[in-house]
């Protein structure tokens, strides 16, 4: 009987040791020496391991970062192969040549086609260095693309949109590597980017943002975004957003002073006032994971004030996302 046991719990685990993770996108920061990966995917469950950032990517600081996607074997045989292979002092291309002759991952029997990879790094001088992979037997839609410092990947995807989009944002946004893969992440903001979740109106279920500095610990990084797993319909890129615009804290200075929430700490109601000239769009208030749980409607003629109605909120730290025609403010209170 205990044999017999043993044999379930191994068939239940082999059930839940493998699966399929879409879009992504790994990228070294030269002038700065900063390493970061981000990505998504429409996966039911995975919120039972933590979302799909501790499966896919892996980041050595100062040196490199590779994505390991499509067919996996959690935990990630092959993540951690390469990752190794980097730490040995391997390059990008040499990594790759590696793991396509030494598959350690027993989902689709060790076979490398259905596998993909996703490699950047630098070299001794510090130059950036990339490579990717993509298997003939991964799903369609599938492919990746490299640049000087990224590698882009995807598969399972609506068409070639999702991996252009990401990589345009990718190049031309401004501002820091995280704002740039941030930005990359809004280019598969459409729904099906995973065609997975088409039917629920969103990109994916589940999304991350990491970044290293050169000089992080391995377990203490600079930055750590992750959605586990939005409910259905819930799109995960915009909290991925919100929780990256309260990483940032203002990111502008000047709508921020033409706003002003009262009473904070909130009892039942809170009113939301702002100068003339402010165009609101939209609010919506989030919880400390990201998730958006209360969209406040904007009656047309407001007054340069709006007031807030939280009596369905429970006591605890919230954000109300101010979203203006010249950009997304977020403002905390508490509800007693």
Avoid: H, W
Avoid at 276 to 289: A, E, M, R, T, Y
Wanted: contains cysteine; aromatic residues 8%.
């Amino acid at each position: 009987m205990k044999n017999l046991y043993i044999l379930l719990i191994v068939f239940l685990l082999s059930l839940t040791a493998k699966g399929q993770d879409t879009f992504s996108i790994i990228a070294v920061d030269p002038a700065t020496g900063d390493i970061g990966s981000a990505g998504a995917s429409c996966v039911d469950g995975a919120a039972n391991f933590g979302g799909i950032i501790d499966i896919i990517t892996k980041i050595i600081p100062g040196r490199g970062g590779v994505n390991s996607q499509a067919y996996v074997c959690i935990p990630n045989s092959n993540l951690n192969n390469a990752i190794s292979q980097m730490d040995n002092g391997a390059s990008p291309d040499e990594i790759i040549a590696y793991l396509l002759d030494n598959d350690s991952c027993n989902s689709q029997n060790f076979n490398p086609a259905f596998r993909q990879y996703g490699i950047a790094d630098f070299n001794t001088s510090g130059e950036p260095r990339t490579a990717g992979f993509t298997g003939d037997s991964t799903d369609d839609f599938k492919e990746d693309i490299q640049g000087p410092t990224y590698s882009v990947q995807g598969n399972i995807l609506l068409n070639q949109t999702v991996l252009n989009n990401m990589q345009t944002n990718f190049n031309t946004a401004s501002g820091t590597l995280a704002d740039k893969l941030m930005a990359a992440m809004q280019g598969a903001n459409f729904a099906g980017a995973d065609s997975r979740c088409l039917a629920r109106g969103t990109s994916s279920t589940s999304a991350y943002l990491l970044v290293y500095k050169a000089d992080d610990d391995i377990d203490n990084p600079f930055l750590r975004l992750n959605i586990e797993e939005m409910p259905f319909g819930e799109e995960p890129i915009d909290s991925l957003q919100i929780l990256y615009n309260q990483f940032l804290g203002a990111n502008d200075f000047a709508l921020k002073d033409k706003l002003q929430l009262y009473p904070n700490p909130v009892d039942a109601k809170f009113t939301l006032k702002y100068e003339p000239g402010v165009l609101i769009k939209n609010l919506g208030i989030s919880d400390l994971q990201g998730k958006i749980i209360l969209k406040p409607k904007i009656e047309a003629l407001n007054q340069g004030a709006i007031t807030i109605d939280t009596s369905s909120l429970i006591k605890g730290i919230y954000f109300l996302n101010v979203t203006t025609v010249k950009g997304i403010q977020t403002i905390q209170f508490i509800k007693k």
